[in-house]
């Protein structure tokens, strides 16, 4: 069975930092050859990519989080961190991790779903 598990996820003062993982587990195929996305979705608002790192290791972000936010990869590749920096209000949301063999970087069409953790930001 696929599973995959966030964890990280709290409450944090603006300008402070968390970093969220998600751990794989259940995958047929090696893990190598997944690629992996962050999502995040905030009451009221559509679900928006965040971040993506595909099996090159070739990474994507959101224009709301470049240059804050980092995804990378457990050396086996299971499991995905998300370091956030200089977290804003306006990251408050709950965050997702996705996996597919495809490569859908910040498309929300992976077929494998983390059921998320919440970041809460204050000011």
């Known amino acids: 069975q696929v599973q995959l598990v966030e964890s990280g996820g709290g409450s944090v003062q603006a300008g402070g930092s968390l970093r969220l993982s998600c751990a794989a587990s259940g995958f047929y195929y090696p893990y190598n050859i997944y690629n992996w996305g962050w999502f995040r979705q905030a009451p009221g608002k559509d679900r928006e990519g965040v971040a993506a790192?595909?099996?090159?290791?070739?990474?994507r972000y959101g224009d709301s989080v470049k240059g804050r936010f980092t995804i990378f990869k457990d050396s086996a590749n299971s499991i995905v961190y998300l370091q956030m920096n200089s977290l804003k209000p306006e990251d408050t949301a709950t965050y997702y991790c996705?996996?597919?063999?495809?490569?859908?970087?910040?498309?929300?069409?992976?077929?494998?779903w983390g059921r998320g953790t919440q970041v809460t930001v204050s000011s």
């Open positions: 996705a996996a597919d063999r495809a490569r859908w970087f910040l498309q929300a069409k992976y077929d494998y």
């Open positions: 790192i595909d099996t090159d290791g070739n990474t």
